[in-house]
């Protein structure tokens, strides 16, 4: 399977709408793609299509409970915890896990020689899977509304992908969420807007990108609503610009009514035909 | 009393940071200003301070294995829940972007061969822009934590206000509703939403109202772009009504906003007269009075 990686290093560049049309596209050449939705903090790219649920996961974490009868109050546990994520007073025989800090590492229960400790299970969030009509699938998963990290549940929905391309709606960003989902895949496509805040936050990607040594390339997104900094930033550093999508009010207009923006535009379709080719060339073993 | 105010979004690219940026530039009062997305800090770009402190922020710890000391057991292994152990070519190693920093590995090794390394690379900076103070912070890419830096950059523009007498700190948050959002809006005076007219951002901002439901703030959502979709607009207006979250404004879109940011001026600056400045005015003497 090949996996590709729709990023930015902001949000509202256009990364939904890019895989959206870009899975779309390959779909409509039938190949075996699935689209899964990274971002569990806000995702959204199911709600494009014409889904069926097939199933829902829970994607849950082990928490400890602290048993205060077999409690001796040593503080060993608290110690151990890098998270702050427990509280131990001796003189008010107080003993809590602060479950929302807890990243269930797992230490406290080894630190405690008492056997006070037993876990539980946490939801985290889950992984929803839909199909659409075509029998492709799309991934999704969603965060639970409170909880301190995505990458949990990001992670799993990434494992639970299974097709012979995987488009991935990255989280964005360049911090965890970004890097376990880059990490995950083999090609990076960066879509951003040719603006002084699109590039300030494009070269932050890119400098990352290069620091793991995965190919990429860039999409200019809204082109001619903004400057030349982009273009002349990728010309200089050398770095492909694989499609440049120009700003259009009114496909701005069906995207934001959770339209495809491929479907009944030729000119586009035609834009995201020419992607998915260059694509598929560089991935060898998938033609179109 | 020091009033703060956080302008959040539950997706990014709405616009948050150019009106947060209009906002710091409207009045004739100083303002501290914060920028709390601290994974794509775009504010400097408009706001072009002048840096005068530079802290480093340790976000956060990673184990290393000295191959001289470990005895190739396989214990820190077994007991690593987060899947960074790995072992190829015949040696343990820690990937470090699973690492988690727990320690437990470290504690676990019979022989010591594991000792955590501080990750910090990430920063935070502090200076003045031309109307009043700002504070920045800047994680180091694929860095966690980002909520503690939030709550770092918050303190410090507390301890500005105080010292400078400013009474207002605005905050713009990060994307999304996880840590760095919450970190960003405990304990503030007032936190405005921004949305734009799209099915995304509408699932978005039910998301985003849902996670504020914890939190007794005072709130309201401006809708920016309006006129890209007229629908939309009303649905998200009707779905404010639903959840007793009252609109403070609706600005128009207009290309003159990205004219404004090339030349890293802020609407208002750029052109006062534009319908974007007029509107969001309003909604700054609508939220302040
Ligand atoms: S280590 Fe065990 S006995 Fe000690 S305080 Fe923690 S739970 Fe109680
Ligand atoms: S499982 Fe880890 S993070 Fe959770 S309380 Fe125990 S030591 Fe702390
Ligand atoms: S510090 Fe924790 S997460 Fe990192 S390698 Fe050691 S056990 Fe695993
Ligand atoms: S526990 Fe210590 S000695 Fe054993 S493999 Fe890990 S680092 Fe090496």
């Not at chain 1, 546990?77 to 001796?90: E, G, H, S, V």
Request: aromatic share 6%; hydrophobic share 40%.
């Amino acid at each position: 399977m090949f996996k590709i990686a729709v990023a930015s290093g902001k949000g509202g560049t256009g990364k939904t709408f890019v895989s959206t049309n870009l899975y779309q596209t390959f779909i409509e050449y039938g190949i075996n793609a699935v689209l899964t939705d990274c971002d569990a903090e806000e995702p959204n790219a199911a709600s494009f299509f014409k889904t069926e649920l097939i199933e829902s996961k829970q994607v849950t974490q082990k928490v400890p409970q602290i048993d205060s009868s077999k409690c001796l109050f040593c503080g060993k546990c608290q110690d151990w915890c890098a998270y702050n994520a427990i509280l131990i007073i001796k003189e008010r025989g107080l003993s809590r896990v602060m479950e929302e800090l807890c990243h269930g590492c797992g230490a406290c229960s080894v630190a405690c020689e008492n056997g006070a400790i037993t876990e539980k299970e946490m939801l985290l969030g889950e992984v929803i899977n839909f199909s659409d009509n075509s029998g492709c699938k799309i991934v999704e998963g969603r965060l639970k509304v409170g909880v301190y990290t995505p990458v949990p549940v990001l992670k799993r929905a990434i494992n639970s992908t299974y097709a012979d391309l995987a488009i991935f709606d990255s989280p964005p960003g360049t911090s965890c969420p970004f890097i376990h989902t880059v990490n995950a895949s083999d090609y990076v496509i960066l879509v951003t807007e040719p603006t002084p805040f699109g590039l300030n936050d494009l070269k932050l990607s890119v400098e990352i990108l290069q620091k793991m040594g995965r190919p990429f390339s860039v999409i200019i997104n809204r082109a001619g609503l903004g400057n030349r900094v982009v273009h002349d930033y990728l010309k200089r550093e050398n770095i492909e610009l694989i499609m440049e999508i120009p700003f259009d009010k009114e496909i701005a207009s069906a995207y934001s009514k959770g339209k495809l923006a491929v479907s009944g535009r030729p000119l586009l379709a035609a834009k995201f035909s020419s992607l998915a080719r260059k694509l598929t060339d560089k991935i060898g073993g998938i033609a179109l | 009393m020091i009033n703060e105010l956080a302008v959040i979004s539950g997706k990014g690219g709405t616009g948050k940071s150019s009106i947060t940026a209009a906002f710091a530039t409207i009045s004739e009062n100083r303002v501290v200003l914060a920028d709390c997305d601290v994974d794509a800090a775009n504010l400097h770009i408009i706001m072009e301070p002048e840096i005068e402190f530079t802290e480093v922020y340790i976000s956060g710890e990673k184990a290393k294995i000295d191959h001289q000391i470990c005895k190739n057991c396989g214990v820190c292994q077994d007991y690593c829940r987060f899947d960074a152990i790995t072992f190829t070519e015949g040696k343990y190693s820690i990937d470090e972007i699973s690492c988690d920093g727990c320690k437990l590995c470290e504690r676990v090794c019979p022989v010591k061969a594991i000792s955590m390394e501080k990750s910090d690379k990430s920063r935070m900076h502090s200076g003045n822009f031309r109307n009043g103070k700002m504070v920045y912070g800047r994680l180091e890419p694929g860095e966690e934590n980002s909520g503690k830096l939030v709550a770092m950059v918050r303190n410090r523009c507390r301890e500005i206000a105080g010292q400078e007498q400013i009474d207002t700190i605005l905050i713009d948050s990060p994307p999304g509703i996880g840590c760095a959002v919450i970190s960003s809006i405990s304990g503030v005076n007032y936190v405005l939403i921004v949305t734009e007219p799209s099915m995304s951002a509408l699932s978005d901002l039910e998301r985003t109202l849902q996670l504020l439901e914890g939190f007794s703030l005072e709130k309201g959502v401006a809708i920016n772009k309006h006129d890209l979709s007229p629908e939309l607009t009303e649905r998200i207006i009707d779905f404010c009504n639903s959840k007793g979250v009252g609109i403070v404004g609706k600005i128009p879109f207009n290309p003159e906003v990205v004219e404004a940011m090339i030349n890293s001026k802020s609407i208002v600056e750029w052109n006062p007269l534009s319908n974007v400045s007029k509107e969001i005015v309003k909604i700054w003497e609508n939220i302040t009075k």
